[in-house]
């Protein structure tokens, strides 16, 4: 980020989508903050825009706003490879801040006796809040040429009721007039100017086609267009893609999904016909990470998740000649085995490392290594011996990382039990297929090392490195913390590589950990022994809907919880502390989180409402809702208050996930509570009125714990090779018989139906044809569904 102009600056960006808002780490006293945080967001397709803003954070009272940028939806889709660049800053306009939309009715009227225009204000919804409060007092106004009229004021609510008409006598010769009739709503204000709350423009021409004009209309800024102030507030570097696809009816996707069960139930005789090589030859490096994951997820719902490792970590073994360069690629194999990894594993990643890791962050020391890096200053002491010297720092960094490491090395291999029997069963068979390929003695090693260069170096290593990328901490470590981290990662490093590469190294400084490192080794191999000591067939792999069994808590902390039936107490004294556990089956909570303490619990199944709430429902913020139903339609609700934002995201997103099969989700809520009779929302007194606001049940954070989706993912794999297609068709059904294939078959290494070039080069062409006529079909069915909606002039919903 460019240099403002301030003296000192604690940034963070916090990044906002209508109302869904997500918040980065916060950067302390940096005017180039680095936060190489990323996130990925599931949003409806109607999203418009989305708003980054740079913040100055403040201990006391509001955080400042430094400047924002603003990315128009179809800005972000003219990047077929996403956005990647530096943008400047600007100013924040007030009037530019909009948000909601309103309901009304235009008709224009034409007879004998009079010429009008009438405009039925129904309500708003969404409105921005522009009172201290976190409300408005919104009224609207109607426009055209020198005539206007205004509702009625309602105060103190972002979602106003008006039903109200209003009329404007129009003269004849405007009905030939241009132009447009212009809707603005204004929030009153008693002392000084109004504040513009939004403005809907429809073409008075539309009103000669259509007399009537009723719906819903998203509210747009006054339009007054703001330069980037030249630099001179800073300039954020972003990156961002947008993934927008059509997902078509699971009936179109069979026969691909067909194609990628068959690859690793009945694999080809002919390798590199399969269409798992296919579409490893036609996956970018950029694309590789999320094809695998994609991968990951359509073999774990069909319940073959350990046959397909199998069968890329198979074909990478068999190719490798050289057992040390084994997985040390990019390769399908090597993403996949570590998406797998966060996949059904991150929960116990939780288990093992974070006591540990939140004792790192609580303590706080300085450690270092590095003569040349060690800051002597950092290490005063209030006493009479003064500042240590370097080699008193050294000692006391060597025995609190013997410490640390110590802590992490038992913790991981007494962690056997907790490892997920998937995981498990899936390094047996990577055990198994290295054993076979490297059956030498001098080779003893090369059988744990295949396993711990995943479980070591590719999930726990950079899970201590970065633990707010694994959702282990809120916040980033400061440079103290991260530096202890970093020298921790390292040394869990080598004890994945077994100790062998110790003293062959730059890192010389390092060596007073060698000992401990090498103590590990006889440890860590009685644990990847016991790990892979398991029998396959005691687990079962099933088709399933979800990453984690029913059984499996998903999300655990203690929040505080208000109840919305009872006597009303006020806001502040009404949250009372309880701790919550979140399964694919039940939201539950105890005072406590001792085992004998009784839970109450929420079936997921009966959850139709999960939502934030506005501030000035309790006068608190971070409060969220779950509404429920009972078999009997009773509907029910309680508040929770989570501790910031981040968190109150990262519960909205897992229940949504865990209640996203529901069958009684609502269409509409109240971001209000209903106190004193009536809604602190929209001021209506019916308690059981509809709700004045839209439900956001799809917008998720993008994470391991997404639900599996069969057909998102086989349209993610149908994209991958509708981009290939060309390549395939030039590789495969254009070339003839390579001289290796010729050898492979003159030693007798293919089958007697593939006995002769011909036959071979038959066989290949056969199966890119077969796979390619799959991808036609998928590519034939969405130009027709695109046809039909552009015909019938609106979206589609699609069914077969």
Request: with cysteine; glycine share 6%.
């Amino acid at each position: 980020m460019g240099q403002p102009s301030a003296e000192e600056h604690k940034p963070e960006i916090t990044m906002r989508i209508a109302k869904r808002r997500l918040k980065t780490a916060t950067v302390w006293k940096n005017l180039n903050p680095f936060w190489g945080e990323e996130y990925t967001l599931h949003l409806p397709m109607g999203f418009h825009s989305l708003s980054f803003y740079v913040m100055d954070e403040d201990t006391i009272g509001h955080d400042d706003v430094i400047g924002k940028i603003l990315l128009s939806k179809d800005a972000i889709g003219a990047q077929a490879k996403g956005l990647d660049n530096w943008l400047n800053l600007t100013r924040v306009d007030p009037d530019e801040e909009v948000q909601g939309e309103i309901h009304l009715g235009l008709e224009l009227l034409r007879d004998a006796k009079r010429i009008g225009l009438r405009c039925h204000f129904i309500e708003a919804r969404d409105l921005a809040p522009r009172d201290i409060s976190g409300t408005s007092d919104p009224f609207a106004r109607i426009l055209f040429n020198n005539h206007s009229a205004e509702t009625s004021i309602i105060k103190k609510t972002r979602y106003p009721h008006w039903s109200e008409t209003l009329e404007l006598e129009l003269e004849t010769w405007e009905l030939t007039e241009g132009g447009s009739v212009t809707v603005e709503v204004w929030d009153w204000d008693m002392v000084g100017k109004n504040d513009f709350l939004g403005k809907v423009e429809i073409p008075f021409a539309c009103l000669h086609k259509t007399p009537l004009l009723q719906g819903w209309f998203r509210l747009l800024p006054l339009g007054n267009h703001e330069d980037d102030a030249g630099g001179k507030l800073g300039a954020l570097r972003l990156k961002v893609r947008l993934v927008e696809d059509r997902i078509l009816p699971s009936m179109y996707y069979q026969p691909l999904i067909d194609l990628l069960v068959e690859s690793v139930i009945s694999p080809a005789e002919v390798e590199d016909s399969s269409p798992l090589t296919m579409l490893e030859e036609v996956t970018t490096v950029e694309s590789r990470q999320d094809v695998a994951m994609t991968l990951v997820k359509i073999y774990l719902g069909q319940g073959l998740v350990v046959p397909f490792l199998d069968y890329l970590s198979t074909r990478e073994v068999n190719h490798t000649s050289d057992p040390n360069t084994l997985f040390r690629s990019n390769s399908l194999a090597s993403k996949a085995m570590e998406q797998f990894m966060k996949a059904v594993g991150m929960l116990y990643l939780h288990e093992v490392l974070k006591p540990i890791i939140n004792r790192i962050f609580e303590e706080k020391k300085y450690i270092e290594l590095d003569p040349c890096k060690i800051d002597l200053n950092r290490t005063r002491r209030i006493s009479f011996k003064g500042a240590a010297s370097e080699a008193e720092v050294r000692e006391s960094s060597v025995e609190m990382l013997q410490g640390y490491l110590s802590s992490i090395v038992e913790s991981i291999v007494g962690s056997v039990a907790q490892c997920p029997p998937v995981m498990r069963v899936a390094f047996k068979q990577l055990h198994k297929r290295v054993e076979e390929q490297f059956p030498e003695p001098e080779n003893e090693d090369v059988k744990y090392l295949a396993i711990s260069g995943f479980f070591f170096l590719r999930f726990f290593a950079p899970a201590i490195l970065t633990p707010k990328l694994f959702h282990l901490r809120d916040q980033h470590a400061d440079t103290r913390t991260s530096r202890t981290l970093l020298l921790l990662a390292k040394a869990v490093q080598s004890v994945g590589n077994l100790g062998l590469q110790l003293g062959h190294g730059k890192e010389l400084w390092m060596e007073p950990l060698h000992p401990i490192i090498l103590c590990s080794v006889a440890s860590v191999k009685d644990f990847l022994d016991k790990l892979i000591d398991i029998d396959q067939d005691s687990v079962s792999e099933v088709p399933q809907r979800a990453v984690f069994l029913p059984s499996v808590t998903v999300k655990e902390g203690y929040l505080q919880k208000h109840k919305a039936e009872g006597p009303q107490l006020l806001s502040r004294f009404a949250f009372k502390k309880r701790y919550f556990w979140l399964s694919s089956e039940t939201l539950s909570y105890a005072k406590t989180l001792d085992p004998w303490q009784v839970r109450s619990s929420i079936p997921i199944q009966c959850v139709c409402v999960v939502e934030r709430v506005d501030e000035n429902a309790f006068q608190q913020q971070h409060v969220m809702q779950v509404v429920t139903q009972d078999n009997d339609g009773q509907i029910h609700t309680i508040y929770i208050q989570c501790k910031n934002v981040n968190e109150l995201n990262q519960w909205l997103s897992a229940i949504r996930k865990a209640s996203i099969y529901n069958e009684r989700m609502l269409p509409s809520f109240h971001p209000g509570a209903y106190r004193s009779g009536k809604w602190t929302c929209c001021l209506q007194a019916n308690r059981a009125t509809l709700g004045c606001s839209r439900t956001h049940s799809a917008v998720t954070l993008g994470d391991w714990s997404d639900p599996l989706d069969p057909d998102a993912e086989t349209q993610t794999i149908y994209k991958q090779l509708l981009q290939g297609r060309d390549k395939l068709r030039k590789q495969y059904l254009e070339a003839e018989t390579t001289p290796e294939e010729e050898k492979r078959l003159n030693s007798g290494l293919l089958s007697d139906g593939a006995d002769s070039s011909g036959q071979l080069l038959k066989h290949r062409q056969a199966a890119v044809a077969r796979l390619l006529r799959v991808v036609l079909d998928l590519e034939q069915a969405h130009a027709t569904f695109q046809q039909r909606e552009r015909e019938e002039g609106g979206s589609l919903i699609l069914t077969p």
